[in-house]
Structure formats: C-alpha cells, structure tokens
C-alpha cells in the first residue's frame, strides 16, 4: 500500500496532512525516516511512528461498548448525541470507517458491538444466522407464568407481525432475562407491551458470543477485542 494512503487509513491525518508530516520528515517507517507519500509499505508488518506513538495496521478493528442512556446509536447527527461520539471521545486514533452493528434504543444500556467490519456485521445481523441477544428486562410489575408461556411461543407485536420463539428466565420481581434473536424495531419494548407489561428498564448483556462483564466495561466505556472470538 502506498504510505500515504496507510497514514489515512490509520487516522493520521488527510491525504494533505499526512504529505505534510512526511515533507517535515515526521514519520517513521520501522524506525527509519520517509518522506515520499508514494514509497509502498507492507502494511501488514510495518510500524509507524508518529509523535512517539507507534502506529500498525489492521484491516478490521472490533471494539464492544456498555452503551450509557441518552445517546442515539447512529454514526452521526445533527442534534443528538450518538454512540459514536461517546466512542471518539474515549479512542480518539481509532482507524476510519467504524460503527455501531444493529441498534439499541435511546434509553436502553449495554452490550454494543462497534466494527469496521462489514461482512461480520452483516452475518450477525443477519436473521438466517439467529445471533442470539439477551437482555435484562425491569418491568412495571410482575410477570405470571402464562406471560412467560406467551412470550417464549411467540406474541403478535404488531400488524401481522409475530416474534419467533424466545427464552425467558425469570429473575425474582419484576425483572428477568429475555433471549431473542431477531432484531425488530423496540422488539423486546413491544413483546413485553404484548403480554400487557412495560418496560422500564433495557440492559442487552450479550450479543452472539460476547458478554457483558460491568467490572471490565462500567457504563460508557469502550474495549478493543479480537476479531476472531467473535461469533
Ligand atoms: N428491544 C428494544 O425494545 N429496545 C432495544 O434497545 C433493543 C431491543
């Protein structure tokens, strides 16, 4: 790859940046100085060294948030905030391209996958591939054994619309655990409002084979992981 086009990719800079920083003789290529934007790299062992930070190349780059309330998930918006503004704040050299993978709504919390990687994205969204997702549901008031019955066969959210099979885990009072895994719109909101109970509290605490583990991730964070444990 062209060493121009690699500092972009890594978020260096723009084209007409990064040709600045090489002109200045700022970047290092395995230690040596470059200055030509068209010198090719190996970008697949290369390292780059920038202000004393050291830079390599990814093709893909996986990262799971704990969503916070009051952030929409979008890449961006003209008014509200989004995840990936949460996101940017916290991993400001994150490489290009990146975004949420499905969506949790405004006031829900938790498990939020965010990639570059579009072909991963797609197969976990996708609903021939029943990625499960569990959340944890608190619920304006007690779920009897029949709402349970009724939401794990399947309930009418909507206009011929019918959720598929789900796992219900009661929790004690008014909470439990739902899995799912479809992906419509406030499904879980919706499910819940079918048996004639509201939700007043939406925690996804996994997504595939991802889980969320609150000491590691406290509401808001972010945390780089591998691509390949993702499934
Ligand atoms: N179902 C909902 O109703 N809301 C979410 O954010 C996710 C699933």
Redesign the pocket.
């Known amino acids: 790859m062209r060493l121009d086009k690699l500092l972009v990719e890594l978020n260096i800079g723009t084209r007409s940046e990064v040709k600045a920083l090489l002109k200045k003789g700022l970047i290092l290529v395995d230690g040596a100085k470059v200055n030509k934007p068209e010198t090719k790299v190996d970008e697949d062992t290369a390292v780059i060294s920038y202000q004393g930070k050291e830079y390599r190349y990814k093709k893909f780059s996986y990262y799971i948030m704990n969503k916070p309330k009051g952030v929409i998930t979008a890449t961006e918006d003209a008014k509200e905030q989004t995840v990936m503004n949460v996101f940017y704040r916290q991993v400001k050299d994150a490489p290009r391209g990146l975004a949420p993978v499905g969506?949790?709504?405004k006031d829900?919390t938790g498990l939020l996958l965010i990639t570059n990687d579009g072909q991963l994205a797609h197969d976990m969204l996708s609903p021939k591939k029943h990625v499960d997702k569990i959340?944890f549901v608190t619920l304006d008031g007690d779920l009897t054994r029949e709402d349970i019955q009724a939401l794990e066969s399947g309930v009418r959210i909507g206009e011929g619309e019918l959720t598929a099979p789900a796992t219900v885990e009661y929790n004690g009072g008014n909470t439990c655990y739902i899995t799912i895994h479809e992906g419509k719109f406030?499904?879980?909101?919706?499910m819940f409002f079918a048996v004639g109970r509201q939700?007043v509290e939406?925690k996804?605490t996994a997504f595939g084979n991802l889980t969320l583990d609150e000491s590691q991730l406290p509401l808001g964070s972010v945390l780089e992981i591998e691509g390949s444990n993702i499934s």
């Open positions: 969506r949790l709504d829900t959340y406030h499904q879980v909101k919706r939700v939406l996804r």
